[in-house]
């Protein structure tokens, strides 16, 4: 092994931490030590995703993997402690904490908010966007602040400004945007898609002030008053800076390194300095006199030096500027020449007032693509975005129309189109991991090429290049059906098959399995084909189904009657104490805010049941793979901080879903205020109650993998809420894998939230009626499971442990007591292998 | 031994039934989509709850077979070998249909 020698880097951000990554993959014999100093106090985020921290306030959910390099023990990382001076004669850099030798040093500060010396800029009140702590920051005064009106001004209207915006209004702020162009992001949109820009966002209750500037700031009491260069006056409760972000060269400066023109440590292609032990890479560096403001040049910049600092040799080519906003609702994007400032380019438009649509692609005289502009809808962007430089594959005007039928598909593109510019990652890169590596779906070609692993708008392109590659991404169900549960539910549907054997006979093979018969059972439910136990139904259940009670390790049942939105009175109560006591139940409150009575005896059940039910409980569904509870927090009724009524929204909801099948168990909860006592935002939908509404979250999940569920719709009255969650349960019923929850599916939808969004809240498929008629539906056909049993002598006499000795209970099953309660006496296992 | 069971039809096509033996066995007794019955010891021998009778029907690659309602594991109706995990198997009993009556033919 050779020598080791000692890199440091200064600054861990996303282009850092690719660096040290990229070094600590290459250097397989351990030749650099590396030291890296950050002054942010945690380790590199994922700063592109920024704006999606207001989401759920989850900093983990930015994480990097791997970025703490935790039991990596040639990286030392030095949180907090930021490099003040290099001494590029001694080779060293000073931090607080020490001072430390290095054989190589990178710069890679990044870039610090621009903010223009508006008077009153640095009164409190006054923020950046850039970083966690600016976030928190941001939070925390929002919290501050009181209730009524509450407004706030973005200075800035670019990219970054209207993220800003997007993530001030999550906060419950009427966002204004003051941006001195004529029209909003100048640099990526030129003036037709501007317009419509302003308009889109208008829509979402951002006030968009162009052409103009933020004169002062004064300090109003508690609260902000901002004058605009046009005289509008604003009252805010906060400032958000935006305007442009300044290369980090400080540390450059101090020791004698040159700057760009415009600021930025100048290296050379190779993001070298003037001085060969020291580089540049990331927002800091400006290569050949140009800075990036984008991540994907900056990898590119950490993979070049990683290689070189291992004896390679490596540029960084002209980089790919191409932007899509990832503000909500909005699509925006521009790639290319957006402006068409090549010498004889033309530009081709094609707008849609109606449809809110507006798009160009600019071309030089051999119809070779330059770049384009998308506004309204970019559903085009990932494709022709990697066709920059080549040229286009069919007349642009039908390459932009709406299903023109002219569309470029995947097979269009050459090998050498860069599918995923934030990692680099070309078409033959993909095809060669799916046909080479046998990457076999879009996970696994995620984690052997890196596409998609950053901004993810090359997604639905690699699905695309999987099929073209001819795999079949199966999503059969079992061995009996070569479809997907959704495909099962279209065909149920359509042909209006009610049993499971039809089924199977045409549509499959054999006689099924413990995967598809519940499946099928779960569809034939949710479409309305009577009682779960009717005729040949029953023997599809899994066994909690069919006995509508939850099996438990030594094959006695759990009980658990339905206690909507958590409330219960003291007689109701008392019901649920007498039948525990009278059938020696062990009695547990479960963490849905209900009340579970274990160890009931297959013959007990219907005995159980008749008391509850005339005492008005319900079945609580427990057992189902449908919906579980809407847990509420007391809400505005008790709450001294409550601003609806929770429990009253949480039975309503409650009570219209119970019942409904699903290819998983859905779970609920309703909040009375921002405080979110009922966990929400843990929940497959999630409502919190705002000032003068609700608003509705989507795609939540406690369990095995936690996520927090997303905003869909904002403060909206209690109508418009029951409707966008009829639609949201209806499509997921409809479209769902097996066994899957709304958190994975809404992640697998081909455009995620927003294309959710499009659908149930735009109608843009047009299904929004059935969805309704389905949901209404369901609502008037439910009927108590458990009472269906009480009423049917026939399904009744299935309750027994043993057909040829009704009454009988199950001899092996047998209770001790643990503290004043009975428990399972643990099953002797039988000597199981032959 | 010869028991009586049951009815044939107290045990509908697709689902299976328990039975308690006189010897204090438990018998879990199946009408397969075929229209055959069969009979397997009730235990699972996986968890040690008598509860196979309560299992899903089906087939793997042809193979008659019932689910456990507990953790899964499938169970050759015809054999009681688990398909599962071959190592294992739970114990088979002849079960017959005679003027609609349901025995066990027992040794
Ligand atoms: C009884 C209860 C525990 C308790 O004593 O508090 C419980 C018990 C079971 N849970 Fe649970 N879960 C219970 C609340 C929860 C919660 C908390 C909640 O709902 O607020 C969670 C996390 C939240 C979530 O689901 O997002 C939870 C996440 C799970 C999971 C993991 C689901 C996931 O998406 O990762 C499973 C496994 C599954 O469903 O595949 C599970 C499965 C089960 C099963 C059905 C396991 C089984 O097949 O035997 C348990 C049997 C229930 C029974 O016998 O009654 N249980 N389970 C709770 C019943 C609530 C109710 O009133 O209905
Ligand atoms: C809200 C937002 C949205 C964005 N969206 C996109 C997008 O959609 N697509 C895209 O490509 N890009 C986007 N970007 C830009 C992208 O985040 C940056 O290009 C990228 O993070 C640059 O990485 P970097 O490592 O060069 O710099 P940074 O991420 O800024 O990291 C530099 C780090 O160095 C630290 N530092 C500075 N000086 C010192 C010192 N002397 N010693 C030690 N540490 C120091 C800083 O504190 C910082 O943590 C977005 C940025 C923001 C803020
Ligand atoms: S969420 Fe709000 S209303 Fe509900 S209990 Fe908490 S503070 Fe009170
Ligand atoms: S283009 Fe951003 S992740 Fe692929």
């Excluded at chain 1, 993959?25 to 100093?37: A, E, H, N, P, Y």
């Excluded at chain 2, 007794?29 to 089906?58: K, M, Q």
Aim: with cysteine.
């Amino acid at each position: 092994m050779s020598e080791t020698r000692r890199l440091v880097v200064a600054g861990h951000g996303m282009v850092a931490h690719r660096l040290v990554e990229t070094v600590r993959k290459l250097d397989t014999d351990g030749q650099w030590r590396i030291t890296v100093f950050a002054e942010e106090s945690r380790p590199a985020y994922d700063r592109v995703a920024l704006t999606s921290y207001v989401d759920g306030w989850d900093a983990g959910a930015l994480a990097l993997p791997g970025a703490d390099y935790a039991g990596d023990p040639l990286v030392d990382l030095r949180l907090g402690d930021p490099v003040l001076a290099v001494d590029r004669e001694r080779r060293t850099v000073r931090s607080a904490s020490l001072e430390l030798g290095y054989d190589a040093l990178v710069l890679a500060t990044g870039s610090v908010p621009f903010v223009p010396p508006v008077p009153g800029r640095d009164l409190p009140g006054c923020f950046t966007y850039r970083t966690i702590d600016d976030l928190d920051a941001i939070r925390a005064a929002v919290e501050r602040s009181g209730r009524g009106r509450r407004a706030a001004l973005v200075v800035g209207g670019g990219l970054l400004g209207l993220e800003a915006a997007k993530a001030l209004r999550d906060l419950g702020l009427s966002p204004h945007v003051v941006e001195m162009a004529p029209r909003l992001m100048p640099l990526q949109v030129d003036d037709g898609g501007g317009g419509l820009l302003k308009d889109l966002i208008t829509e979402l209750d951002v006030t968009v002030h162009t052409a103009t500037t933020t004169e002062r700031i004064e300090a109003d009491g508690d609260r902000l008053l901002a004058t605009l260069g046009n005289g509008t006056e604003l009252d805010l409760d906060l400032v958000v800076f935006s305007a442009g972000i300044r290369p980090r060269d400080d540390l450059a400066r101090g020791c004698g390194l040159d700057v760009g023109p415009r600021g930025g440590v100048l290296v050379d292609s190779s993001c070298r300095t003037g001085d060969e032990a020291v580089y540049a890479i990331g927002e800091c560096a400006a290569v050949e006199g140009s800075v990036y403001g984008i991540v994907a040049p900056g990898y590119a910049m950490a993979e070049a030096v990683a290689a070189q600092l291992l004896g390679g040799q490596a540029a960084v080519q002209e980089p790919d500027t191409s932007t899509k906003l990832k503000l909500l609702g909005v699509d925006v994007a521009s790639f290319g020449d957006a402006h068409a400032r090549t010498e004889g380019a033309r530009e081709v438009v094609f707008a849609d007032a109606v449809a809110g649509s507006y798009q160009k692609l600019v071309v030089d005289a051999d119809l070779t693509l330059l770049g384009g502009v998308f506004v309204g809808d970019a559903s085009r962007y990932p494709l022709l975005r990697t066709l920059v430089g080549k040229p286009l594959p069919g007349d642009p005007a039908s390459l932009l129309a709406p299903s023109g039928g002219g569309g470029v598909g995947v097979d269009a593109l050459p090998p050498s189109a860069q599918v995923c510019s934030c990692n680099a990652v070309t078409k033959q890169d993909i095809t060669t991991a799916i046909l080479e590596k046998g990457c076999s779906d879009v996970a696994s070609v995620k984690a052997c090429t890196r596409a998609g692993t950053a901004c993810g708008s090359c997604v639905p392109m690699l699905g695309k290049l999987l099929d073209s590659c001819g795999v079949q991404q199966s999503s059969a169900v079992c061995e009996h059906f070569a479809f997907s549960r959704r495909e099962l539910f279209e065909i149920v549907q359509a042909t209006r098959i009610t049993t499971f054997g039809e089924l199977v006979s045409k549509h499959g093979t054999g006689s099924g399995c413990a995967i598809c018969k519940p499946a099928v059972a779960s569809i034939l439910a949710t479409l309305g084909n009577g009682h779960i136990l009717d005729g040949e139904q029953a023997g599809l259940q899994d066994t909690n189904d069919r006995f509508l009670a939850n099996i438990q390790r030594n094959g006695s049942y759990s009980v658990v009657p339905r206690i909507p939105g958590g409330e219960i009175t003291p007689a109701r109560l008392k019901v649920i104490a007498e039948v525990a006591e009278e059938f020696s139940l062990y009695t547990k409150i479960t963490g849905g805010q209900r009340i579970d009575l274990f160890g009931a005896t297959v013959d007990q059940l219907p005995l159980i049941w008749r008391r509850l039910v005339d005492a008005g409980f319900e079945s609580g569904h427990a057992y189902g793979k449908a919906l579980r509870t809407v847990k509420s927090c007391v809400g505005s009724t008790w709450c001294r901080y409550g601003v609806q009524d929770s429990v009253g929204m949480a039975i309503e909801l409650e009570l219209r879903y119970r019942g409904l099948r699903s290819p998983h168990k859905i779970k609920a909860a309703v909040s009375g205020c921002a405080r979110e006592c009922a966990e929400a935002r843990g929940k497959d939908f999630g409502v919190i109650a705002t000032e003068s509404g609700w608003n509705l979250y989507v795609g939540g999940n406690g369990g095995t993998t936690p996520r927090h569920a997303e905003l869909l719709v904002s403060d909206v009255d209690s109508e418009t809420l029951i409707r966008t969650i009829d639609r949201f349960l209806m499509f997921y019923v409809r479209t769902a894998d097996r066994l899957q929850r709304t958190a994975p599916w809404i992640e697998e939808l081909d455009g995620g939230l927003d294309h959710l969004r499009e659908v149930i809240v735009d109608d843009r498929l047009g299904i929004c009626e059935e969805l309704d008629a389905a949901m209404a539906k369901h609502v008037d056909g439910y009927a108590d499971e458990w009472r269906g049993v009480l009423e049917d002598p026939e399904k009744l006499a299935r309750f027994s442990s043993f057909v040829n000795a009704p009454g009988t209970p199950d001899p092996t099953i047998s209770f001790r007591t643990e503290r004043e309660q009975p428990v399972p006496v643990l099953l002797g296992v039988p000597e199981v292998r032959t | 031994m010869n028991v009586v069971l049951c009815a044939a039809e107290d045990v509908p096509v697709g689902t299976g039934v328990a039975a308690l033996l006189p010897t204090g066995e438990q018998v879990a007794v199946f009408h397969y989509a075929d229209g055959e019955f069969y009979g397997l010891a009730n235990t699972d021998p996986f968890s040690g709850a008598a509860v196979l009778s309560r299992g899903i029907l089906g087939d793997h690659a042809g193979t008659p077979v019932v689910a456990s309602p507990m953790h899964k594991q499938r169970f050759d109706l015809r054999t009681g070998e688990c398909v599962d995990d071959p190592a294992v198997r739970v114990r088979t009993h002849p079960v017959e249909v005679r003027g609609g009556t349901l025995y066990l033919a027992g040794p």
